[in-house]
């Protein structure tokens, strides 16, 4: 049998997404974050989905993520969230008329050495308040403003930007300092902001700026640890199905799978599923965790190994050819990511390149 495993992507589910957004944030435009293959549903695919869907732009980490887009005739609007790091990445991004992130000296320095070279790229100023990983610290804001608006006739445009670390936390009273301090940084300058990333957009309405950035929720997903996406109004984009290769009978007393871990209480019947961390699944898969075949919900039993997991189907009727849903509508990728003891970001970025994805 071939296409055993297959995420599957839904269009339809994308779109609804964005016009979800769309209605938490009605006066902010969207900068759809696809990076990292747009966590796994295909960056492409995804991609031309928002763009006809109506997003504003577009976002990725890295150039090559970028030109990537270009190659295949993406046309909108696409931010680089790192930025660029030589000589050769500006002109490779100039040439692509992509617009970037400057969050260091360095990356100043290299805007202001390309002088006029960049008129068709907008500039995002990065300001770090508070999350100590990218962007101007604020003793450093001022001087850096001064250098980007020297350059402002060179450019497309300069946009404000921080990146909040605890929006997931309702409770957090971080992200409305942030806010102060990146309110209390940028004072009355007349550029547009965005500060709102998916757990922003829906816990803190008052971020809301010219500009949000939804990465996690425009797939259909929760960014809160304690939620689901359905609670905030958002349908699963991808659903990971697979398939019964086979079903055997266990006798009680004997285990599955490696170190001998599950071992069966009673004589037992186990479907043995075309999954496993080379599609990936990670293998802290191996407890706590279901599977969908046909409408029962079904217990994973033993290890995950590269190729396959053990799902325990006693007393269900399941054949081999059925299919195997591992995440989707059926059950939420948050469950199994609270299973696993991870979190949904993981399980949905790490699926892996053999996994066909099939966009409808």
């Known amino acids: 049998m071939k296409g055993l495993i297959r995420a599957q992507i839904s269009a339809a589910a994308l779109a609804a997404n964005l016009r979800r957004i769309r209605e938490q944030a009605p006066r902010s435009r969207v900068l759809a974050v696809i990076k990292a293959n747009a966590y796994g549903h295909g ?9 006809a869907a ?29 930025g660029v790091f030589t000589r050769a990445e500006m002109a490779e991004a100039v040439a692509g008329r992509l617009d970037f992130v400057v969050h260091d000296e360095e ?45 402002s006739h060179h450019v497309a445009g300069i946009r404000l930007m921080t990146h909040f670390a605890c929006a997931d936390d309702r409770a957090s009273p971080m992200t409305g300092e942030q806010m102060k301090r990146f309110a209390a940084l ?21 971020s809301l700026g010219d500009w949000v950035r939804p990465g996690l ?10 939620g689901e996406g359905a609670a905030l109004g958002l349908s699963p984009a991808m659903r990971l199905v697979s398939t019964v290769i086979t079903v055997r009978d266990v006798p009680a ?23 496993g961390y080379g599609d990936g699944l990670p293998w802290s898969l191996s407890s706590g965790v279901t599977v969908v075949i046909g409408a029962h919900r079904l217990p994973l039993v033993g290890r995950v190994s590269m190729d396959m997991i053990a799902v325990d189907v006693t007393g269900t009727p399941v054949s081999t050819g059925d299919e195997a849903v591992l995440w989707g ?10 299973a696993a003891r991870t979190i949904p970001y993981e399980l949905l970025c790490g699926v892996s390149q053999r996994v066909p994805l099939q966009i409808a």
């Open 43 to 51: 960056s492409l695919p995804v991609a031309r989905c928002l763009v």
């Open 54 to 82: 109506g997003a504003d732009a577009l976002a990725v980490a890295r150039l090559e993520e970028a030109l990537a887009l270009r190659a295949a005739g993406i046309t909108a609007p696409v931010v680089l969230l790192e």
């Open 107 to 151: 990356q100043l320095a290299l805007l202001e050495q390309t002088a006029g070279g960049a008129r068709a790229c907008a500039v995002w100023m990065k300001i770090d308040t508070g999350m100590n990983r990218l962007g101007f610290r604020a003793d450093a804001v001022a001087a850096a403003m001064q250098r980007l608006e020297a350059l």
């Open 186 to 206: 940028v004072g009355d300058k007349p550029y547009e902001r965005s500060l709102a990333n998916s757990a922003a957009i829906f816990a803190a309405p008052e």
């Open 217 to 226: 929720a425009l797939y259909g997903v929760s960014p809160f640890a304690d």
């Open 253 to 275: 007393g004997e285990s599955v799978g490696y170190g001998g871990v599950w071992r069966a209480s009673r004589a037992s019947r186990i479907a043995i599923v075309a999954a």
């Open 329 to 338: 509508p059926e059950q939420p990728v948050e469950w199994q990511a609270r």
